[in-house]
Antibody, heavy 119, light 107 residues
Framework: QVQLQESGPGLVKPSETLSLTCTVS??????????WGWIRQPPGKGLEWIGS???????YYNPSLKSRVTVSVDRSRNQFSLSLASVTGADTAVYYC???????????WGQGTLVTVTS | DIQMTQSPSTLSASVGDRVTITCRAS??????LAWYQQKPGEAPNLLIY???NLESGVPSRFSGSESGTEFTLTINSLQPDDFATYYCQQYSNFPWTFGQGTKVEIE
């Protein structure tokens, strides 16, 4: 059974960098069938895809965030990370990590972690 | 970016009702569309993939269909556990995009 768990600070100051880690169990980053990535949801609002990576190292980002986002992977720890620079209040959201199976969709999600941008 | 226009934004219904939610893509996405259910405080849960395929473990009262760029999620005989928010998502092209969501409320 695949499990994903987000971790990281719940509070970030404006203009600083938001950093989150997703720890994966039961899944492999070497699979040619899966993307791994991040989705966020501001309080009371809808879902926004942030970015994902594929087994070959290719990464894909939402153009609306691309200049500020980096998704990276630590295969030795079975973790991947999100870095979002220069945050503002608009970046306050629940951040989810998730697995996308090719041809299927986002089939496994973490429980989500709320990050609040506040001074 | 491909825009996903979902309607209605809110839907009031009763237990036993048949409910239909629509999602329209701004361009062709073939059948690369998924539907998710989200309950308060929880992560979304995949219901339907590739427009009409039922994810394992999802009750058969949920079904999906497509006609061109219009996609439909139908819930037959609405159950108390189905009151939630539903999202469509296209995964044909990056950036993957979601509909705005449909909240199914108790009438």
């Amino acid at each position: 059974q695949v499990q994903l768990q987000e971790s990281g600070p719940g509070l970030v100051k404006p203009s600083e960098t938001l950093s989150l880690t997703c720890t994966v169990s039961g899944g492999s980053f070497s699979s040619t069938s899966h993307y791994w990535g991040w989705i966020r949801q501001p309080p009371g609002k809808g879902l926004e895809w942030i970015g994902s990576f594929f087994y070959n190292g290719n990464t894909y980002y939402n153009p609306s965030l691309k200049s500020r986002v980096t998704v990276s992977v630590d295969r030795s720890r079975n973790q991947f990370s999100l870095s979002l620079a220069s945050v503002t209040g608009a970046d306050t959201a629940v951040y989810y990590c998730a697995r996308h199976t090719y041809g299927v969709g986002l089939d496994y999600w973490g429980q989500g972690t709320l990050v609040t941008v506040t001074s | 970016d491909i825009q996903m226009t979902q309607s209605p934004s809110t839907l009031s219904a009763s237990v036993g009702d048949r409910v239909t939610i629509t999602c329209r893509a701004s361009q062709s996405i073939s059948s690369w569309l998924a539907w998710y259910q989200q309950k308060p405080g929880e992560a979304p849960n995949l219901l339907i993939y590739k427009a009409s395929n039922l994810e394992s473990g999802v009750p058969s009262r949920f079904s999906g269909s497509e006609s061109g760029t219009e996609f439909t999620l139908t819930i037959n005989s609405l159950q108390p556990d189905d009151f939630a928010t539903y999202y469509c998502q296209q995964y044909s092209n990056f950036p993957w995009t979601f509909g705005q969501g449909t909240k199914v409320e108790i009438e």
